[in-house]
């Protein structure tokens, strides 16, 4: 009976084993149907075998029936809790279900389950970053092998997600010393140290990467681009006439060459290279940006039909969006109010529709969460405001809210130079904040003098400049106002205020970068806008006399007594010819170029008007916040 028995069972082994291989050779060969009998066969002998539904759900994933495919997984999974293959197949159902964070949990545990497959781990612990789960792919590769390239890569990538810029940098500058020869490594420190804003070791971090081999066109455009990020125009210009040199109809150098040249003023040979640039690539929405800023009147309105006549659904998003968006401003200029906010809508639409694709897009709630966080770090912290020193000016706000004229008047006393749009002390914010939320680190109130020292240097370095009286107009640094006054005891602090209306249209009508998601959607502009303000009056409340409010549509209509108001703030000595700031003709790098080379001027006060019927959603919601 005992023989009888075994026989009866290899036999079904033997069986079991056949169906697998046959399914799984029809699989490989794209036979999915085939695949599927087979599978389903394995089952009808053993209803409990984790690799047939393991392969039937691999297949529904393959053809798109996901709640299936989960299913079917799910089964495999339980059935087999130690098979990394399965747990990783299972979160792809998951995800591609819309059940993010089951699929990255699942993710979670096929890295677990299987830490020295260095592809499996170096591509489920990409997602895990990409969406936004980068503090758990944080804590599984601190425990992998980081001597590894591409693992000690990830933990860069998931450092940087985290806001933990330095600590990235940190690991791929010692990840370069062990091996230098790697031009991926070198070329992932550049990029660190350039959002750090670190431009030197960015740069020397490139060129170490071009030691790596023989430079390509793409590898010198890159080039020349962070040496427009540094603000080095001479050597941006001098690479793109490098890439030019070998190929003179490279559209993305032309494109480089016309940004250098629209910074530099140079208006003639700018419209040249912009052209040739169009000429090249038609589609491109950053030369239509910058050809339709330099045109007025009919030219513009004409130029605007020619660049719509190009645009199509299938260009990528961000050209898409700088195009129509550049469009809807001149059709505007040209009071043509109703085709530009069509315009308008299409372009932020796109670029909605690309954020959330990559799953960035806004979140009300982190900002609550955030701007919370912040208040809740500084609310019981004792300062005392002394002097310590030569100090930044720092002017700030919601953007598009009068800063860069504010900048431009104060940068007409001699003894103050400007930073523009500095970025210093939001990478000193992640980093501070980074560190607050390390259990070990020191309480606020017992942090030293020497601290603060130190973040002060740290300042100065990232801006790239000694001590001294200088601008800083990051309008997002409100948020920042209790760490600037514990790093920056005595600094003045400029808060411009404008119309609240005109601010979020005005928002709308441009792309601004990654930091800055709301810009798309009206509602959550809105929605941003009454949190900054919230933000705003706490610090007001919590630093009394310390920051200066500067309604601008009252600076607009009396400059004179306006901006005596914030020099004396200052302590700078006001001079009325400062009002002549127009007429030196500086590089700008923001939106509001074209405005500081005019007078100051009430031309956007009211803007909003034009687009009353368009707006009233965002005009109810700025009502309910109780902004209007």
């Not at 810029?165 to 020869?181: F, I, M, Y």
Request: aromatic share 8%.
């Amino acid at each position: 009976m005992l023989r009888i028995t075994v026989v009866n069972v290899n036999e079904k082994l033997r069986k079991i084993e056949q169906a697998l291989q046959l399914a799984e050779q029809c699989h490989q060969l794209g036979k999915l149907d085939d695949a599927f009998i087979h599978y389903n066969s394995v089952l009808a002998i053993d209803d409990n075998n984790g690799d047939a539904y393991y392969g039937i759900g691999t297949i529904q994933l393959q053809q798109h029936a996901l709640q299936d495919a989960v299913t079917s997984l799910s089964t495999a999974v339980s059935l087999n809790p130690d098979i990394s293959e399965f747990s990783a197949n299972y979160g792809m159902a998951l995800e591609a279900s819309g059940r993010t964070e089951d699929a990255m949990n699942a993710y979670a545990k096929a890295i677990h389950l299987a830490p020295n497959d260095i592809e499996l781990v170096a591509r489920l612990g990409k997602r895990l970053v990409e969406k936004g789960f980068a503090k758990l792919a944080y804590r599984l590769l601190g425990e992998l092998d980081s001597s590894i390239i591409e693992i000690a890569l990830l933990q860069a990538d998931a450092e940087q997600a985290l806001g933990n810029w330095a600590g990235a940098t940190r690991t791929l500058q010692n990840l370069v010393e062990k091996v230098p020869n790697d031009k991926r490594l070198w070329r992932a420190l550049s990029r660190a140290a350039a959002h750090l804003r670190d431009y030197p070791l960015a740069l020397t971090a490139f060129k170490e990467s071009l030691e790596q081999g023989n430079s390509t066109e793409v590898d010198l455009l890159a080039l020349a681009d962070l040496h427009l990020q540094a603000r080095d125009v001479i050597a941006a210009k001098d690479t793109v006439g490098q890439v030019l040199k070998i190929n003179s109809n490279n559209s993305q150098a032309n494109l480089l060459l016309a940004k250098c040249l629209r910074i530099e003023g140079d208006k003639k040979n700018l419209a040249a290279a912009l052209a040739k640039t169009l000429e090249l690539d038609p589609q491109c929405g950053e030369a239509w940006q910058l050809r339709l800023e330099s045109e007025f009147g009919a030219a513009a309105l004409e130029l605007a039909g020619t660049c719509l006549s190009h645009l199509s659904e299938d260009m990528p998003p961000r050209d898409y969006t700088l195009a129509y968006l550049a469009c809807a401003r001149a059709l505007e200029n040209n009071a043509q109010y109703e085709r530009a906010f069509e315009c308008f809508v299409k372009g932020n639409s796109k670029h909605k529709i690309q954020l959330q694709n990559q799953d960035k897009s806004y979140d009300p709630d982190a900002t609550d969460s955030s701007f919370s966080h912040i208040k809740e770090v500084f609310d019981s912290y004792p300062l005392e405001f002394t002097g310590e020193g030569p100090t930044p000016i720092f002017i700030l706000g919601m953007p598009r809210s009068g800063t860069t004229l504010v900048e431009r008047i104060l940068n007409q006393h001699n003894a103050v130079e400007s930073l523009g749009e500095n970025e210093a002390m939001e990478f000193i914010a992640a980093q501070f904040y980074w560190d607050r939320d390390d259990k070990s680190a020191s309480p606020l109130a017992e942090l030293t003098p020497e601290y603060w020292s130190a973040l002060r240097g740290e300042y100065w370095q990232r801006s790239l400049c000694s001590p001294g009286i200088v601008t800083d107009k990051m309008p997002h640094n409100f948020r920042h106002i209790g760490l600037i006054l514990s790093i920056f005891r005595s600094a003045p602090i400029i808060y411009l205020k404008r119309d609240p209306r005109d601010v979020c249209l005005s928002i709308f009508a441009r792309m601004f970068p990654d930091g800055h998601r709301y810009a798309c959607d009206l509602q959550w502009i809105a929605h941003y806008y009454h949190q900054a303000t919230r933000l705003m009056q706490h610090w007001q409340k919590r630093f009394p006399g310390r920051i200066l409010q500067v309604d601008y549509e009252a600076l607009v209509e009396d400059a004179n007594l306006g901006c005596s108001r914030i020099f004396e703030h200052c302590g700078l000595r006001w001079d009325p010819n400062f009002l002549q700031f127009y007429q030196q003709q500086e590089a700008s790098f923001t939106f509001s170029e074209l405005q500081v080379r005019k007078p100051v001027n009430s031309e956007g006060i009211g803007r909003w008007r034009h687009y009353e019927s368009q707006i009233e959603e965002l005009l109810s919601s700025l009502r309910i916040y109780g902004e209007i």
